[in-house]
């Protein structure tokens, strides 16, 4: 983009000031302009540093840690995204240097950003005024007039950049099995007995994971453990390990460098007070480890069986940092950086907005449901991250059965041919041994032939991969029930 348009409609869309130093800044791959310059309403001058291009797709605005209250991300009413991140945070009381960037991704997969400074100069200590200049009139990057010039270039691929899955996710090949998994977990704990013991080992598409009743003596308990490999710089590792300015998390770095944290909730259900606590170790290299202790004997309890969970504290961060655990951990395949290849790591809010659609009992009973005879099919509209709406579609073929003695499951990530602007759908088709074909479609638009609102879909691969497998789409006294919730004729 021609650098004097930039200036022009810079000059425009501000209030009356002064323009001075104006720059042409070398342009990373993808950016159709980087310039700045110097503004003064006559308040004090500052730096103004503004690039426009193509968004990466997996950064954008993602979102801010939770403690951290000088960043804000929201979602715009066309479906486009912001991201605002203060160095400082507010009431702005001192010249002290300080600066604010602003960042809007079109619904297109463009970005337009402004970072603005108090001082002409941001290398100096101190500012020539309290407020970075121009920082209650960066809305204007959302003006039609950067719309428009955005409009001239070609749209983004929504798959530029998209990496191979690495087979090894899609097919993992560890050798640690489910009940070894559970042998480790157990010999983790007090003295006590164990019931109701399910594991899954590092071969299984859903990651290992070891779960059981415990009782030591004071009433049993629902424990599980789950392994994953994550990028351990990721957004949503970090939203995993990092604590709200609340009494009830903890959060602590160990001398190696990996990190803990331990969570406790309580709530009340039917007039039980339950608890649930949960600790989570992160090493430098994504290795993580997460067990949970409520005081129910299910994961969904509804009545308390003890006053606390079995386990303390110093307990949970002991288990959660044990070296046993390490086998099973370096089985696992590394996982991508989350900014180019998405989150390895199942996420919980995803899980309980799906909850319907996992077990379709919400979408048959609204006769959303075709008949499961040969077949049935599902469908809802995800938006729990706020990014823009996305459908989730699970189609069951029963005439399509696994007769191995092995899970099939098969990933692919694709553009939409015929739909809408900027439309991608992420599919999962996957069967349990004997079981029926199951196969989830995710999009980043509320239609396959509408244009997109976001420009990933709303749930990640290992949730979609969750769906699929879940072994309730085999249950047939179940979807024999709820057929006949749907309406006749």
């Not at 009940?179 to 598409?205: H, I, M, N, V």
């Not at 709200?244 to 309580?266: I, L, M």
């Not at 991508?336 to 909850?355: I, Q, Y």
Request: proline letters at 8%; hydrophobic letters at 30%; aromatic letters at 8%.
């Amino acid at each position: 983009m021609d650098s004097g348009r930039v200036f022009e409609i810079w000059k425009k869309l501000v209030p009356t000031g002064t323009f001075s130093q104006e720059r042409v800044l070398p342009r990373k791959a993808g950016e159709y302009a980087h310039v700045s310059f110097v503004y003064d309403d006559g308040k004090g001058a500052g730096l103004v540093e503004f690039r426009m291009g193509r968004a990466d797709l997996r950064a954008g605005a993602a979102g801010c840690e939770p403690a951290d209250q000088k960043c804000h991300a929201d979602t715009l009413s066309d479906g486009g995204r912001m991201l605002s991140v203060a160095s400082h945070a507010a009431p702005y009381t001192t010249t002290e240097t300080k600066s604010d960037r602003w960042q809007i991704i079109t619904p297109e997969g463009f970005f337009v950003e402004a970072t603005v400074w108090n001082t002409p100069d941001p290398k100096l200590a101190t500012g020539t005024r309290k407020v970075p200049v121009l920082n209650y009139d960066l809305y204007r990057l959302n003006a039609n007039e950067w719309r428009n010039e955005l409009k001239k270039f070609p749209l983004p691929d929504p798959l530029e950049g998209e990496p191979p899955l690495d087979p090894s996710f899609v097919t993992p090949t560890g050798r640690i099995s489910g009940g070894e998994l559970l042998g480790t977990f157990k010999g983790l704990l007090p003295k006590g007995t164990f019931s109701q013991e399910q594991g899954r080992g590092t071969a299984d598409q859903l990651g290992p994971r070891a779960s059981f009743v415990y009782d030591d003596g004071k009433g049993r308990a629902f424990l599980s453990a789950e392994l994953y490999r994550v990028d351990p710089h990721g957004f949503t590792t970090r939203q995993r390990i990092s604590c709200r300015p609340v009494s009830y998390c903890t959060a602590t770095k160990t001398a190696d460098g990996s990190k803990v944290r331990v969570y406790k909730e309580e709530y009340e259900r039917l007039g039980n007070h339950l608890k649930f606590w949960t600790a989570t170790h992160l090493s430098p290299q994504g290795h993580m480890v997460e067990v949970s202790a409520w005081n129910t004997t299910t994961r969904e309890g509804a009545e308390a069986t003890r006053d606390t969970p079995p386990l303390t504290v110093g307990q949970l961060q002991a288990l959660v940092s044990s070296p046993k655990w390490q086998p099973a951990l370096d089985e696992l395949p590394a996982a991508p950086d989350e900014k180019t290849g998405g989150s390895t790591l199942p996420n919980e809010e995803s899980r309980r907005h799906l909850d319907n659609l996992n077990g379709t009992h919400r979408a048959m009973k609204e006769g959303r449901v075709k008949a499961c005879g040969s077949g049935c099919w599902s469908q809802i509209t995800v938006n729990h991250d706020g990014l823009g709406p996305g459908i989730i579609q699970v189609r069951l073929d029963a005439k399509k059965v696994n007769t191995g003695t092995e899970p099939r499951l098969s990933i692919r990530q694709e553009q939409v041919k015929g739909g809408g602007k900027g439309v991608i759908r992420w599919i999962v088709t996957a069967s349990q041994p004997g079981g029926r074909e199951v196969t989830v479609t995710a999009y980043n638009a509320p239609a396959p032939d509408a244009d997109a609102t976001r420009t990933s879909p709303p749930v990640n691969v290992p949730m979609l991969k969750a769906i699929a497998l879940d072994p309730e789409w085999d249950n047939a006294v179940f979807l024999r029930m709820a057929e006949e919730t749907l309406p006749t004729g």
